[in-house]
């Protein structure tokens, strides 16, 4: 069991929150599926721990799901079963955890992560250190087959800065059109507290509806969202493809944690 992590490296003191729901449309409790030994979920609690960015909690809609979460030393909020969206989920388990507002930034970290790179959080909230930014997330360049699968969600962006992104548009469609990179998106989202409170008031919009994308309600509502590119893709578990690719891995790595 990994100690809990008490103060994050950027200025803005933060708290990972893993939204964790079990009725997955593509990969029914997809959360409590193992891989090399531990459910799904506890991969992603561990890589939580391991960015040392501040405390990290579950918010769950699953008893099983929280035991799981408090069985590897971090807290768990059960929430409501018809939120939108994970972002949605978080906005409730933080008033709930955190009514006093201490933590400024919260960082998004979801379930279908298992093994997200060492550094890629911190990366994301570090984008949060330009007051302009509202929410920071991840992308890295998409694969041939990443371009045109709906299930790897795009982002059209501006380079702002060496490996980094301000984010215009975000799509499930190969976009944008015509020779260039094709960027992938990875749904980590650092939200300055102000922004998820924000995100979490507005109703979903018509673009999030549509892609089925929920960045999109926060780039319609007008705020800034700025990625930091990592140089490879973590596989995020989709579909049972990508659950059969990551047991694969952990075989043939000899990871039998």
Do not use: W
């Amino acid at each position: 069991m990994k100690r809990q992590a008490t103060a994050s490296s950027s200025h803005l003191r933060a708290i990972v929150l893993i939204p964790a729901r079990l009725a997955s449309k593509r990969v029914p409790n997809k959360a409590l599926l193992p891989i090399a030994g531990k459910p799904l979920i506890a991969h992603v609690v561990e890589r939580g721990l391991e960015a040392g960015l501040g405390p990290v909690h579950v918010a769950t809609d699953s008893e099983e799901i929280a035991a799981i979460a408090r069985a590897f030393g971090v807290g768990a909020t059960l929430t409501r079963r018809e939120h939108a969206c994970g972002s949605d989920r978080l906005g409730e388990a933080l008033a709930a955890i955190d009514p006093d507002g201490r933590y400024e930034a919260i960082v998004n970290l979801q379930g279908d992560l298992p093994f997200l790179p060492s550094g890629a959080l911190a990366a994301s909230l570090s984008l949060l250190e330009d007051a302009r930014v509202d929410i920071g997330t991840l992308a890295t360049l998409a694969s041939p087959e990443e371009e045109t699968s709906p299930d790897a969600p795009k982002i059209v962006g501006t380079l702002v800065a060496p490996q980094r992104l301000r984010a215009h548009y975000f799509s499930r469609a190969r976009v944008p059109f015509g020779e260039g990179p094709t960027y992938r998106h990875l749904g980590v989202y650092a939200f300055r507290r102000g922004a998820l409170q924000r995100y979490v008031s507005l109703p979903v919009s018509t673009l999030e509806a549509r892609e089925g994308l929920e960045q999109l309600r926060a780039l319609e509502d007008g705020m800034r969202i700025d990625a930091a590119l990592l140089d490879k893709a973590p596989v995020s578990v989709d579909t049972l493809d990508d659950l059969g690719a990551l047991r694969a891995a952990a075989i043939d790595s000899g990871d039998k944690s």
